[in-house]
């Protein structure tokens, strides 16, 4: 069976078929020759001329029969490699068409099959790309909303640094475009310059040069400030010098200049660029950038209003104790009144020993439990007319309207012994102590500075002397 299939013409190519059949339709007109010379069937081709004329004239039939089917088949074979080439993904290829037999008209039917799948490929890359375009568009909204919903969240909760905040958002706002950067800048007092407060994805040499901003250099600058519009440069902008010296500053080939703005108050400028050649900022971008910059606006108004708050409040959250604005201006206030009367007025400062390893080795909650108890003792041995606060983080004072420098010192050692002598923890015997420092009107200062300074002063005495203590 195996030798059978060698000999097999079946998976043989149409030009091996067609020199058998070639060879197979020589051999007709040559029998048939050698027929009528063996048998005379014509007497009168008994000569060599006669007999060569019969057998070029079998040859060339044979030859016509070659033609014709070469004719046939060599379209065919062509007709099949070219196929095998579209096959291969070479959707270009074209088959020539020669003909409008039969095999022309598959010539022009395979074209046109071809033509087509070359336009639906192309339209399948259209959509791919727009698909492409479609998800990034999507991952780019999706990275700017989770970006705002994290600063609202640190806006919220208003216990972070509007630096810090600030950062945040620049570093998110460069996020929004592929290879992006983003600089803030806010004004001097007066106006004239713009200080670089935080930036983004911005080369470390370009820094020295963007630190500080004139805006009188750039005329587009001061227009956008005045008229609190954004200034759009990319590729459908018509440049001029000025932006061109102004994008060179970054090192880019697109920005968009937004003012961040809140009521009738500029607060600054938010820059924000890419290196991308041929680009184009798109409306959606644009309106995603105009809402970081409304987030920017919210951030420094929440932490004006949380600063005015503060100045206002006169009491400290954790301990419900005054707090040190409202503590030194009463002291200025008591100072006057004790001038006027010629009444003395001290004033006493607390710092709390070793509070910082007291922290670490019981953690937060149990040093806000102390601080609470320690605010408590002094509380409750404060005279009728005098006022406690807490200044600082581990520092205490106490007010004592006509109290001398002696009586205060006694006060002051009461309270320390009291607190030296007490756990301030419930679930531990934790202990700590406090070092002070006295002041008195007039004998050290005129004025509730003067006076605190002091009492800072005797504060350090008493560390230097071993802590635990009360030096006036």
Request: with cysteine; aromatic share 6%.
């Amino acid at each position: 069976m195996g030798i059978l299939q060698g000999f097999t013409i079946v998976n043989k190519g149409l030009r091996y078929k067609l020199m058998l059949a070639f060879s197979l339709m020589s051999i007709i007109p040559i029998l048939a020759c050698f027929y009528i010379i063996s048998t005379n069937i014509m007497p009168h081709l008994d000569d060599l001329a006669s007999v060569s004329i019969v057998i070029i004239i079998s040859l060339l039939v044979a030859i016509l029969g070659l033609v014709l089917a070469k004719g046939l088949v060599d379209p065919v074979i062509k007709m099949a490699s070219s196929a095998k080439v579209i096959a291969s993904g070479e959707y270009d290829q074209k088959i020539v068409v020669s003909s409008e037999d039969e095999i022309g008209h598959l010539g022009s039917s395979i074209n046109v099959m071809t033509q087509k799948i070359r336009s639906n490929l192309d339209e399948l890359k259209g959509y791919g790309q727009r698909m492409k375009d479609i998800n990034a568009d999507i991952h780019k909204k999706v990275l700017g909303l989770s970006s705002l919903l994290q600063i609202g969240d640190v806006i919220a909760a208003g216990n972070v640094q509007l630096d810090s905040l600030m950062d945040l958002a620049v570093e998110k706002v460069s996020m929004v475009f592929e290879g992006g950067f983003a600089a803030l800048y806010m004004p001097r007092q007066d106006g004239s310059e713009l200080i670089l407060k935080s930036s983004a994805n911005l080369d470390n040499e370009l820094m020295s040069d963007l630190g500080v901003i004139k805006i009188k250099d750039y005329l587009f600058l001061t227009r956008a400030l005045e008229n609190r519009a954004k200034t759009i440069v990319d590729k459908a902008t018509k440049m001029n010098k000025e932006i061109e010296n102004f994008i060179d500053l970054y090192n880019a080939r697109n920005i968009v200049v937004v003012p961040i703005i809140s009521g009738k108050r500029n607060w600054g400028v938010l820059i924000v660029g890419t290196k991308v050649e041929d680009f184009r900022f798109k409306n959606d971008d644009l309106e995603l950038i105009d809402v970081f910059t409304k987030q920017m606006a919210i951030a420094i108004e929440s932490d004006i209003l949380n600063k005015k708050t503060e100045e206002l409040s006169i009491k400290d959250d954790l301990t419900d104790l005054y707090n040190k604005n409202f503590i030194l201006s009463r002291l200025d206030e008591e100072i006057k009144r004790a001038v006027f009367y010629q009444r003395p007025c001290s004033f006493v400062l607390f710092n709390v020993d070793n509070f910082k390893d007291f922290r670490e080795v019981y953690g937060e909650l149990a040093s806000e439990e102390a601080l609470k108890r320690l605010a408590k003792l002094l509380k409750d041995n404060m005279i009728p007319v005098g006022k406690a606060a807490r200044v600082s983080v581990d520092e205490f004072a106490m007010l004592l309207p006509e109290k001398n420098k002696k009586e205060a010192s006694y006060i002051a050692e009461d309270i320390r012994k009291k607190i030296e002598s007490v756990s301030l923890l419930r679930e531990a015997k934790a202990k700590l102590t406090i070092s002070g420092g006295v002041s008195e009107n007039p004998i050290d200062g005129a004025t509730g500075q003067e006076l605190y300074k002091r009492a800072v002063e005797a504060v350090k005495e008493a560390k230097a002397a071993g802590k635990n203590r009360v030096v006036s």
